[in-house]
Nanobody
Framework: QVQLVESGGGLVQPGGSLRLSCAAS????????MGWYRRAPGKQREVVAA???????NYADSVKGRFTISRDNAKNTVYLQMNNLKPDDTAVYFC?????????WGQGTQVTVSS
């Protein structure tokens, strides 16, 4: 079983940056296939960034060039560096496996981009 804990969200002005962290614990965990989802008010959950099983990265078109996913295998942690944030990035961000998420989700971390 894997437990996921997201952190690092907050309130930031447009153009600002945040780095989200996803700490994973459990008997079986591999960062390959891990990614970040977000759910904005009134919208469906979407994938914004993910590692493929081969270790490469994929990004949603809306965040390409602004977001970077990375990981620290020794710490069982996956990060999401978010730069040049826009109001449309406002959402609760979650980490989980992509495209088939683990059944148990973390609480997410709120990112609010507003002036």
């Amino acid at each position: 079983q894997v437990q996921l804990v997201e952190s690092g969200g907050g309130l930031v002005q447009p153009g600002g940056s945040l780095r989200l962290s996803c700490a994973a614990s459990g008997t079986i965990f591999s960062p390959d296939g891990m990614g970040w989802y977000r759910r904005a008010p009134g919208k469906q959950r979407e994938v914004v960034a993910a590692f493929t099983r081969a270790g490469s990265t994929n990004y949603a078109d809306s965040v390409k060039g602004r977001f970077t996913i990375s990981r620290d295998n020794a710490k069982n942690t996956v990060y999401l560096q978010m730069n040049n944030l826009k109001p449309d990035d406002t959402a609760v961000y979650f980490c989980n496996y992509v495209p088939v998420p683990f059944p148990s989700w973390g609480q997410g971390t709120q990112v609010t981009v507003s002036s």
